[in-house]
């Protein structure tokens, strides 16, 4: 067995310790004050020095005796807004959730941090590990850039790690080129004249024109994409209206659009202002679009993505990677950092009803259960990758 998967085995106990605590304060968005202590507490008793970056992000660095590149290692830590259903002892009580598996990602990280640690020797260069808040919300990785987490010491290549429930225990997939859909969430703000529901002719009602809106959102995905691009566009929110005999004066809907395309999804964001906008004047009232966070497709640089799972194939075996070509519509904010410098984004399988009943629900759903047995591979596959590669990669330009 690989050296590093027998260390990061031998710390099982101490993973499982770290995400159940994490699993039992989650804390969603931008602040995470509670989550950031106990990384960086955690980052200290490994005898790293860490810093704190915007509002709750985190940055420690691990070199060895040789200089060399640098290696970006990177976790999320938000939570989400979900009443957790599951029937785990260690199951969140604040009305917040990891529902995605974010406190999965930061254990694995942290458990990589302290595999590092015993094989700082190995390390030719320097590996950066990077706790990031509002994963969720799209904001994390963006404001982490601009705050600098590629510089000091200057980034050569990035990695990060998702949790996939509904793929078997510890396979691992990855795709080639762009393989994760671009996002942009917004906000249409319907506003008309309120009145008495027995004399609509006296008012403009808002949810007629948001009705009409929404309707042709979904022809616009049938009638100006092409069938061979992929697209989306959802309405997740549509709130209008407190009495049944009142005409409201404002609607509100909220949504995402998702494409594997930014041309395309610059394209539809644009297409979907002049529909509510015209829409609304029609029926004369007033509408605006309100674009509140976005992230672009994510693209692997294929290079990085071979030879990241060739080292990945050491250590769990090469039928449990699998390469593909193509992606699915869901997002990540990852996607930011694979335009900055090479990158490369895996999912590590957390288990299928075949093998446990609890397992294989859907991410973000209020019963998801992961399978914690993961987080020893996760956090392997991270410290062997980084050193890996800074080993392969010190004398290339």
Not at 5 to 27: C, F, G, V, W
Not at 322 to 350: I, R
């Given at each position: 067995?690989n050296?590093?998967?027998?260390?990061?085995?031998?710390?099982?106990?101490?993973?499982?310790?770290i995400?159940?605590?994490?699993?039992?304060?989650?804390?969603?968005?931008?602040?995470?004050?509670?989550?950031?202590?106990?990384?960086?507490?955690?980052?200290?008793?490994?005898?790293?020095?860490?810093?704190?970056?915007c509002?709750?992000?985190?940055?420690?660095?691990?070199?060895?005796?040789?200089?060399?590149?640098?290696?970006?290692?990177?976790?999320d830590m938000?939570?989400?807004?979900?009443?957790?259903?599951?029937?785990?002892?260690?199951?969140?009580t604040?009305?917040?959730m990891?529902?995605?598996?974010?406190?999965?990602?930061?254990?694995?990280l942290?458990?990589?941090?302290?595999?590092?640690?015993?094989n700082?020797?190995d390390?030719?260069?320097?590996?950066?590990?990077?706790?990031?808040?509002?994963?969720?919300?799209?904001?994390?990785?963006?404001?982490?850039?601009?705050a600098?987490?590629l510089?000091?010491?200057?980034?050569?290549?990035?990695?990060?790690?998702?949790?996939?429930?509904?793929?078997?225990?510890?396979?691992?997939?990855?795709?080639?080129?762009?393989?994760?859909?671009?996002?942009?969430?917004?906000?249409?703000?319907v506003?008309?004249?309120?009145?008495?529901?027995?004399?609509?002719?006296?008012g403009?009602d808002?949810?007629?024109?948001?009705?009409?809106?929404?309707?042709?959102?979904?022809?616009l995905?049938?009638?100006?994409?092409?069938?061979?691009?992929?697209?989306?566009?959802t309405?997740?929110?549509?709130?209008?209206?407190?009495?049944?005999?009142?005409?409201?004066?404002?609607?509100?809907?909220?949504?995402?659009?998702?494409?594997?395309?930014k041309?395309?999804?610059?394209?539809?964001?644009?297409?979907?202002?002049?529909?509510t906008?015209?829409t609304?004047?029609?029926?004369?009232g007033?509408?605006?679009?309100i674009?509140l966070s976005?992230?672009?497709?994510?693209?692997?640089?294929?290079?990085?993505?071979?030879?990241?799972t060739?080292?990945?194939?050491?250590l769990?075996?090469?039928?449990?990677?699998?390469?593909?070509?193509?992606?699915?519509?869901?997002?990540?904010?990852f996607?930011?950092?694979?335009?900055?410098?090479p990158?490369?984004?895996?999912?590590?399988g957390?288990?299928?009803?075949?093998?446990?009943?609890?397992y294989?629900?859907?991410?973000?759903n209020?019963?998801v259960?992961?399978?914690?047995?993961?987080?020893?591979?996760?956090?392997?596959i991270?410290?062997?990758?980084?050193?890996?590669?800074?080993?392969?990669?010190?004398?290339?330009?």
């Amino acid at each position: 067995m690989n050296k590093i998967m027998s260390q990061a085995k031998l710390i099982y106990d101490d993973l499982i310790t770290i995400r159940r605590t994490i699993h039992s304060n989650p804390e969603v968005g931008a602040k995470l004050p509670k989550t950031k202590a106990y990384v960086i507490d955690k980052l200290k008793e490994f005898g790293y020095e860490p810093q704190e970056i915007c509002e709750s992000g985190v940055v420690a660095t691990i070199s060895g005796k040789n200089p060399g590149k640098t290696f970006l290692l990177r976790a999320d830590m938000d939570a989400l807004p979900v009443v957790e259903a599951t029937e785990c002892d260690f199951k969140s009580t604040n009305g917040s959730m990891h529902a995605c598996g974010h406190d999965m990602h930061t254990a694995m990280l942290l458990g990589a941090a302290k595999l590092l640690r015993e094989n700082q020797d190995d390390i030719e260069g320097t590996v950066k590990l990077v706790f990031q808040p509002d994963e969720e919300g799209f904001t994390g990785a963006k404001k982490m850039l601009a705050a600098g987490v590629l510089e000091n010491p200057h980034v050569d290549a990035a990695m990060a790690m998702h949790v996939h429930s509904g793929t078997p225990s510890n396979m691992v997939l990855c795709g080639l080129g762009t393989s994760i859909a671009g996002c942009n969430r917004f906000r249409i703000v319907v506003k008309g004249t309120g009145c008495h529901g027995a004399m609509p002719e006296l008012g403009v009602d808002p949810i007629n024109i948001a009705a009409h809106i929404y309707i042709s959102l979904q022809e616009l995905i049938a009638r100006e994409i092409p069938a061979t691009k992929a697209a989306v566009v959802t309405i997740g929110k549509f709130v209008g209206g407190e009495a049944p005999n009142i005409i409201p004066r404002e609607v509100i809907m909220e949504g995402t659009i998702r494409s594997l395309d930014k041309e395309i999804g610059e394209f539809i964001f644009n297409r979907i202002n002049d529909i509510t906008v015209n829409t609304a004047k029609m029926f004369r009232g007033e509408a605006e679009l309100i674009e509140l966070s976005s992230v672009p497709p994510l693209t692997n640089n294929t290079d990085l993505a071979k030879e990241i799972t060739s080292y990945v194939k050491d250590l769990i075996g090469e039928n449990l990677v699998n390469l593909f070509e193509g992606g699915g519509m869901g997002s990540e904010d990852f996607a930011s950092y694979s335009y900055e410098v090479p990158s490369v984004y895996m999912m590590l399988g957390a288990g299928t009803k075949q093998e446990n009943l609890l397992y294989g629900e859907p991410m973000h759903n209020e019963k998801v259960v992961f399978n914690e047995e993961i987080l020893a591979t996760g956090s392997a596959i991270h410290a062997y990758s980084a050193i890996m590669w800074l080993k392969n990669n010190k004398d290339k330009n």
